[in-house]
């Protein structure tokens, strides 16, 4: 378990002599709990220390890569059980199975499909970014096919089959892109283990019961290979939510570094996909590092998608545009200029209603820490003064040439005030919600 500060000051010389470059000891301590500064910077810590502090500093859960390359997926490394207690650091892997008894067009469609789950959401790019290819015929070629077919979408691959000799073929096709070996059991790990040290990929062992579990991973480990996923897809959405509580307490509460690994679930057949797309969630919620589905909708991925894009941002930092004037469509001096904040999803929610008005307009997003309108309001990030300061600036400056500018219907009573700072601009009073920006815009602005 990470030591606290305390625990790593008791072992640190306690001179305060500030080579470190922090005032005190303490000081120093509470960096490093915070894993803002690297133990090399403190020149008088003892060997016994540093053993012990390195030692400690080894992640509770294990950060394991599947694929290689630009396009490979990190999971694992979390520190919390919640994410309001820090953050969340590496999303979960979020794939399409496909079967390997799939007619050649069906697989052409099927690999097109997958290729389409990508979205672009509070302007960030997301999509589903493994996938995964289940052996369902039980024969090698049709496997080998599938295998060789979905190399084409070029993301990081989870070879599923009972038959490691299966994998073992299908891997001359992607050797170098160290696919997650899918197959083992605490029974059946031997074969899967070998190839996966030898072709260097990770493993994915399959159980329930954990002690089971917690004993194979040791074997595993000591028979060469490190780099382990636990697939605790049980019988049940109850059943694997359970499990994938129990592994993530166990390895951050108690320490126990057997089970100390990222954790795989597949969302089970036979139910309707909005069942099977609430299953999914809930994995991706807690605490699944890599969710597989057969389901390969748009509509069924991208909510998904959306869910561990709103998980994993660090609640400390809101997810920020860069405070600027933005043009929407085909401006010119004579388009309207609206005024919102630099938070994301207010950003891009306003961006979106003005494209639906088809009315070119520019947009001053402005720097409120990446807070919303009535957050930075509140909170004096948003005043009439920063607000006048924006529209004097070069960013505002030839821009248009009248000077009118559209507030948030929140807002409105800083009217009078930007009236003033402003020095001559008019100040009107936009709708409080952006669904209601097209409207406003082809009405009231056309009218001004
Ligand atoms: Fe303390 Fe080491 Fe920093 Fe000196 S360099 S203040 S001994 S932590």
């Known amino acids: 378990m990470a030591l606290k500060a305390l625990d790593i000051f008791k072992l640190l010389p306690k001179t305060n002599c500030k080579k470190c470059g922090c005032p005190t000891c303490l000081a120093f301590a509470m960096k490093l709990a915070q894993k803002q500064a690297s133990l090399d910077q403190c020149p008088d810590v003892t060997a016994e220390a ?4 390195e030692g400690s500093a080894a992640p509770p859960i294990r950060l394991v890569t599947i694929g290689a390359g630009a396009k490979k997926l990190e999971i694992g490394n979390e520190t919390v059980m919640f994410r309001h207690e820090e953050s969340f650091y590496h999303p ?15 697989l052409k469609a099927r690999i097109e499909a997958v290729g389409k789950l990508q979205f672009v959401r509070v302007g ?23 295998v060789a077919a979905l190399q084409k ?3 990081p691959m989870v070879l599923m089959s009972k038959e490691p000799a299966h994998i073992d073929k299908a ?11 899918c197959g083992a059991t605490a029974e059946s790990w031997e074969k899967y283990a070998a190839i996966a040290k030898e072709k260097k990929c990770p493993l994915a062992l399959s159980g329930t019961d954990l002690d089971a579990l917690a004993a194979a991973t040791e074997k595993i480990k000591a028979a060469g290979v490190e780099d382990i996923i636990l697939d605790l897809t049980a019988s049940g959405i109850s059943e694997t939510l359970q499990a994938l509580t129990a592994v993530r307490q166990l390895a951050l509460k108690k320490n126990v570094r057997s089970l100390g690994y990222p954790c795989l ?3 089970g057949g036979g ?6 797309v609430a299953e999914c969630c809930t994995y991706v919620a807690k605490y699944a590092g890599i969710v597989l589905t057969e389901l390969h909708g748009p509509e069924h991925i991208l909510p998904l998608l959306t869910l561990r894009q709103n998980l994993y941002t660090d609640p400390r930092k809101p997810i920020q545009v860069e405070a600027k004037l933005n043009a929407v469509g085909a401006v010119t001096a004579q388009s ?7 938070f994301s999803l207010t950003y891009y929610t306003v961006e979106g209603e003005v494209e639906a008005s088809r009315v070119p307009a520019f947009i001053a997003a402005i720097d409120t820490d990446g807070t919303s309108v009535l957050t930075a309001f509140a909170s004096d990030k948003l005043t009439a003064e920063k607000v006048a300061a924006f529209l004097k600036s070069d960013a505002v400056k030839g821009k248009v040439d009248h000077k009118k500018v559209i507030i948030p219907g929140y807002v409105a009573v800083m009217s009078g005030a930007l009236e003033e700072e402003s020095g001559g601009w008019q100040v009107l009073v936009g709708p409080r919600e952006a669904s209601a920006i097209p409207k406003y815009l082809k009405t009231v602005w056309k009218s001004e």
């Not at 309207?336 to 630099?342: A, H, S, V």
């Open 50 to 53: 540093k053993a012990m502090l």
């Open 92 to 106: 979960p892997g979020i794939g399409v199975i496909v079967p390997d008894n799939l007619s050649d067009g069906e």
């Open 124 to 146: 960030a790019h997301i999509q589903s970014d493994i996938v995964a290819v289940a052996n369902v015929s039980g024969q090698a070629e049709p496997f080998v096919k599938t």
């Open 153 to 155: 979408l070029d993301l």
């Open 171 to 181: 891997l001359e096709s992607c050797k170098d892109k160290q696919p997650l070996i």
């Open 265 to 267: 679930a597949i969302c």
């Open 271 to 276: 139910q309707s996909a909005g069942e099977q």
């Open 336 to 342: 309207p200029l609206l005024i919102t904040t630099n």
